[in-house]
């Protein structure tokens, strides 16, 4: 469940930081009784960013198979990346 602070309890920088880290979720910080911030974690944004980075991946990808565009098949391309990196 989403946690809410006041913006108040930004003072509280340690708290704020073990909060964020404990609860891997962001934080939301209000400002006269409105949402104005989020805080989170290093781990949680960069999770937070890879997730957003493979649905622009999938939504890309499923755009290509409703035009029609020709289709690689993944053996063939797992093959070409060991060729090409040298493992076999």
Same mark, same amino acid.
């Given at each position: 469940?989403?946690?809410?602070?006041?913006?108040?309890?930004?003072?509280?920088?340690?708290?704020?930081? =073990? %909060?964020?880290?404990?609860?891997? /979720?962001?934080?939301?910080?209000? #400002? !006269? $009784?409105?949402?104005?911030?989020?805080?989170?974690?290093?781990?949680?944004?960069?999770?937070?960013?890879?997730?957003? =980075? %493979?649905?622009?991946?999938?939504? /890309?990808?499923?755009?290509?198979? #409703? !035009? $029609?565009?020709?289709?690689?098949?993944?053996?063939?391309?797992?093959?070409?990346?060991?060729?090409?990196?040298?493992?076999?």
């Amino acid at each position: 469940m989403p946690q809410i602070r006041p913006i108040k309890d930004l003072r509280n920088t340690m708290e704020i930081s =073990e %909060l964020c880290h404990e609860s891997q /979720e962001p934080l939301f910080i209000t #400002k !006269n $009784g409105y949402g104005d911030l989020v805080v989170m974690s290093m781990e949680t944004y960069e999770k937070s960013l890879a997730k957003l =980075e %493979l649905y622009q991946k999938l939504a /890309e990808a499923e755009a290509q198979i #409703k !035009n $029609g565009e020709e289709l690689i098949d993944g053996e063939d391309v797992f093959k070409d990346l060991k060729n090409k990196h040298g493992r076999k």
